[in-house]
Structure formats: structure tokens, C-alpha cells
């Protein structure tokens, strides 16, 4: 295709028409989510829990229920785009290698996806918010959004990456719910009082850190916030590499290889 423009806008718009139309992932954004966060609320202790906080540089301590929503809260997002994500990247693999065959730009097509997917992880992030706000006292709501939209653009790419690499749904949603069922179990520290090594290489560590630092602290954490978007900008880069080799074609002509026909046709000097 010629025009770079109106391919990108096309497969944007008919990526978010897709995204729309699964009910399931609809179904998991309006109820899973505030369902999950109450489910923390009611179960998890009321008793103070005093953990570390890296963000803030210095322990805080604040009800383990508290910490619980927020933490659910995040898991809740990546469930949600991360599925919704691989769903829609694994259903329209055929039809975009098609695509690509008959001269689409695979750029654009992959960066109309990601566009896709953040516009859906923002409506996603201020819903949570909003519903967060509504259950605990949340000291800065700007920055928990940043934070909530940074952990669902992480699992987003997770998702682009996933859809692009496996060939079965089955894979890629074990892959999807056990990669964050680790993630947030490890970042809860609820669960998880000790500071572990190597928790600040998982995706969910610096989105979760600028969460709890918004949530219950006057400290704004930008730096640990722009780790999620490090993970969701390698995620989609390797989504581009797998993308690429998936789509490459098979049926190329050697520059060098000419018609016989054409040979004994070409005129003798």
C-alpha cells in the first residue's frame, strides 16, 4: 500500500471494532474488575501491615485490606488486557498474514494495534480508579491512574507478543494467567512481607510500586511508573520481530532467477 496514513487508521479502527465486539472482554472490564477488588476488601485482614516501599524510599504501613485492593486491582487490569489483547491478536492472525501477502505495511498494522490497546487500557485505568476511589482513601488519584494504565499497557503488549508467538488459545491463556497470578502474588506485600531479589526485573513491579506510593503516600513516583512502559515498549518490539518472521513470504523470486523465455526472447546485439 501507498498510503501510510490511511492504512494505519483503517486497521485502528478495525481493531477497536474488534476489541468492542468481544463480549468477554467487555464482560471482564465492567465486572471482573470491581468484583476482584471487592473480593480483597472482604477477605484480607483488617490489621495494619508495615512493608518497604522502594518508591517512597521508606516503610509504610496501612490496612492489609487496603493494600490487597490495590494490588487486586492491578491484576485484575492485566487479566483483563492481556486476554483481551492476545484474543484479538491470535483470531485476526490469518487474516493479517493475508494482509501483509497483499501488500499491507506490517509498521502500521502493528502500531495501530498498540494504539488500540492503550486507548482501551486508559478507558480501563480510570475505570479501576474510579472504583478504587469509591472503596479506600486514595491520596493521589492522578498518579494511581498513570500507574493502573502503565500495568495494563505492560500485559498488552504481554498479550501482542503471545498472539504473535503460539499457535494454540490454550497456550497463550496459561501463559497470560500464570505470568500474572506470579506477578501480582509476588508484588503483594500482603503475601509477601521480605524483600525478594530480582522482584524489580517481573512487569508489574514499578507500576505496582507507583500504585501503593499514590494510594497511600504524598510521594509521586514517575521513575518506577515509566518501568511498565519499558516492558510494554519490549514487548512490542519482540511482537514486531515475531510478527515479521511470521509473515515473511514464502514465495519470493531470486533477483537473479530470469524466464528462459524471456532469455531467448531478449533481442542479440
Known sequence: MTYRRPAFTEMLRCTLLGHLRSRMAMLLAVAFIPGWIMVARLCAPDRAVRFSLQAAHAEVQAPANQVSQVVNALAAVTLVTGFSMFMETFKAGEVDRRLVLAGYPRLQMLLAKITAVALATALVAVYTTAVLRGSLPVQQLGPLTVAVFGAGLAYGGIGLLLGSLVRGELEGFFLVI?????????????????????????????????????AFTSVTSWSYGLLSFAWSAAAGALALCAFQARTRSHCRIAPDAVAPDAVAEAPHP
Request: glycine share 8%.
Open 178 to 214: 500464570m505470568l500474572s497470578l506470579v506477578d501480582t502474588g509476588l508484588q503483594n506485600p500482603v503475601l509477601n512481607v521480605a524483600d525478594l531479589t530480582g522482584l524489580n526485573a517481573l512487569p508489574l513491579y514499578g507500576a505496582c510500586q507507583s500504585a501503593l506510593a499514590a
